[in-house]
T-cell receptor, first 115, second 114 residues
Framework: DTGVSQDPRHKITKRGQNVTFRCDPI?????LYWYRQTLGQGPEFLTY????????KSRLLSDRFSAERPKGSFSTLEIQRTEQGDSAMYLC?????????????FGPGTRLTVL | AQSVSQHNHHVILSEAASLELGCNYS??????LFWYVQYPGQHLQLLLK??????LVKGIKGFEAEFIKSKFSFNLRKPSVQWSDTAEYFC????????????FGTGTRLKVLA
């Protein structure tokens, strides 16, 4: 499978715990994005990387959230001291910087439930 | 701030009915426009996209959309829906200056009755 993959697909955790999600983009894609989707809403942008550089972070990304892409390939999103409001689907997408239309390809998402 | 509006939150149609889903965006500059579909339990899939040229674009599964720049709109259409079109549809915009993030609408949940 050459698409975007995310792991885990589901995560249930207790409030206050830390969680980490992983995203593997399409191999030749140098841009990687994280979005969050809550019920009844469209995905909301969290952050994006070009290669290993994190170029933009949304105001939604509080200090408890951190994202990395250390080698410009896979990325991790960590949430520290989870809160019930963090419950959502976390989506990863990737794209090719030289693509004319900037189309992004999405992974299946990680559904987080904070109890 | 830039935003995308989808005015129809829930739509119920019978098979063979025609579909039009509205999408409006607020941004004065150049944009790339997309429609994504999310079938139950599946991830977001691209239906169609517009970035330049003919404002009427055709996508997969018989969908099409028309970009009307003067109205800041990119409405999705299908002349005859099928039960298998039951899904959630999202309009998205990328601003071509600066960042490359998607700005999504809130989505339209379509249910097609057999």
């Amino acid at each position: 499978d050459t698409g975007v993959s995310q792991d885990p697909r589901h995560k249930i955790t207790k409030r206050g715990q830390n969680v980490t999600f992983r995203c593997d983009p399409i191999s030749e894609h140098n841009r990687l994005y994280w979005y969050r989707q809550t019920l009844g809403q469209g995905p909301e942008f969290l952050t994006y990387f070009q290669n290993e550089a994190q170029l933009e972070k949304s105001r939604l990304l509080s200090d408890r959230f951190s994202a990395e892409r250390p080698k410009g390939s896979f990325s991790t999103l960590e949430i520290q001291r989870t809160e019930q409001g963090d419950s959502a689907m976390y989506l990863c997408a990737s794209s090719l910087a030289l693509a004319e239309n900037n189309e992004q390809f999405f992974g299946p998402g990680t559904r987080l439930t904070v109890l | 701030a830039q935003s995308v509006s989808q005015h129809n939150h829930h739509v119920i149609l019978s098979e063979a009915a025609s579909l039009e889903l509205g999408c409006n965006y607020s941004y004065g500059g150049t944009v790339n426009l997309f429609w994504y579909v999310q079938y139950p339990g599946q991830h977001l899939q691209l239906l169609l996209k517009y970035f330049s040229g003919d404002p009427l674009v055709k996508g997969i599964k018989g969908f099409e959309a028309e970009f009307i720049k003067s109205k800041f709109s990119f409405n999705l259409r299908k002349p005859s829906v099928q039960w298998s079109d039951t899904a959630e549809y999202f309009c998205a915009v990328i601003l071509t200056s600066g960042t490359y993030k998607y700005i999504f609408g809130t989505g339209t949940r379509l249910k097609v009755l057999a």
